[in-house]
């Protein structure tokens, strides 16, 4: 009777153990979800700011397309005929905008972004009539995300 008091001894020592491994391997596991979940949480926190901020530069050439900042690039004119001195077209533009997180990583935002002018013609005279406002525009983005890490 005394030797298998012993072993049982043995036998509840070793499950012991083996739910002790058993939970190690799921905190591990939980602790390692978790900093994914904050790393992607950051990221998209990030990201977002980019974005925000990218808005609010297209909104600034929207309303202002001949005052550009730092981050906004006047690209090119693109007429809409070959004509000598043709005012209708698309000025394109590239914006770019870097956000950095806490930890040194970088996100880059890029866009490529559409005005176009045109300005009507008076059906009677078959003259172009300027108005004050003769800017449409595309609302076009093409949008390249990038992360830099340092």
Known sequence: MNGQQGSALIVVLILCTAL?????VMLNTAFLQLKMVQHYAAQKRIYHKALEEL?????????????????????????DTVAENESDGTDYYRIEVKCQQEDGSQIQL?????????????????QKVFPQNSL???????????????
Do not use: W
Not at 20 to 24: A, E, F, G, N, P
Not at 55 to 79: D, T, W, Y
Not at 136 to 150: A, D, E, F, P, V
């Open 20 to 24: 002790m491994l058993i939970s190690q």
């Open 55 to 79: 808005i609010q530069l297209e909104k600034q050439l929207e309303n202002h397309p001949h005052v550009l900042s730092p981050a906004i690039k006047f690209i090119q004119f693109v007429p």
């Open 110 to 126: 890029i866009s490529t972004y559409a005005i176009r002018h045109e300005i009507p013609y008076d059906a009677f005279t078959g």
């Open 136 to 150: 449409h525009r595309l609302g076009r983005r093409t949008l390249t995300k990038s992360h830099i890490n340092s």
